[in-house]
Nanobody, 122 residues
């Protein structure tokens, strides 16, 4: 069984910073693309940032220049450094990963974390 566990959310003032982490555990052979999504109240879930196994990244326009996604393949962990936070960044942030389990090498499956709340408010 594979699990993704997020940490690092919380309450921060506008202009502040937070760093989210998402660690995968279980019977993992490898991990392909990983990403962070967010969902604000009354809105659809949106992709915030993604990163390939090789390190190529993409960001939604609203966070470019402020957020940085990175990963540590040895630790099966993905990070999201969020700087210059704005009230509109307030949402539940979810980690997503394409995981190749040991039991099914050659096939990857989508896994989600449980979500972590980020609130930007003065």
């Amino acid at each position: 069984q594979v699990q993704l566990v997020e940490s690092g959310g919380g309450l921060v003032q506008p202009g502040g910073s937070l760093r989210l982490s998402c660690a995968a555990s279980g019977s993992i052979f490898s991990m392909n693309a990983m990403g962070w999504y967010r969902q604000a109240p009354g809105k659809e879930r949106e992709l915030v940032a993604g990163i390939t196994r090789g390190g190529s990244t993409n960001y939604t326009d609203s966070v470019k220049g402020r957020f940085t996604i990175s990963r540590d393949n040895a630790k099966n962990t993905v990070y999201l450094q969020m700087n210059s936070l704005k009230p509109e960044d307030t949402a539940v942030y979810y980690c997503n990963a394409e995981v190749v389990p040991i039991a099914t090498i050659g096939e990857d499956y989508d896994y989600w974390g449980q979500g972590t709340q980020v609130t930007v408010s003065s």
